[in-house]
């Protein structure tokens, strides 16, 4: 897998991460009132957290695939990662 195929899929899961934050903003009154659990606060800040973790994710990639290195074990696990995320 390419740099720029990992950093494209990052880029879809952070997307991704953004809408399931703006579907649960924009739902948060609805889905309360059928609920009995504590508010979605947690459910938002696990999408910060998440896009975080991505956006380091991404730095180190870049970091990592600017300095010159061998083929390693790790290469095939991130690439199998990234094909099942």
Request: glycine letters at 0%; charged letters at 40%; one cysteine or more.
């Amino acid at each position: 897998m390419r740099k720029e195929e990992v950093i494209e899929a990052i880029d879809k899961l952070i997307n991704l991460e953004n809408q399931k934050q703006s579907i649960l903003s924009e739902y948060q009154d609805a889905i309360l009132s059928y609920t009995d659990n504590k508010p979605l606060s947690l459910d938002f800040e696990e999408c910060d957290y998440i896009r975080d973790l991505l956006t380091r994710a991404k730095e180190e990639i870049n970091n990592y695939w600017d300095e010159e290195h061998e083929a390693t074990e790790y290469d095939d696990e991130i690439n199998e990662v990234l094909k099942n995320s």
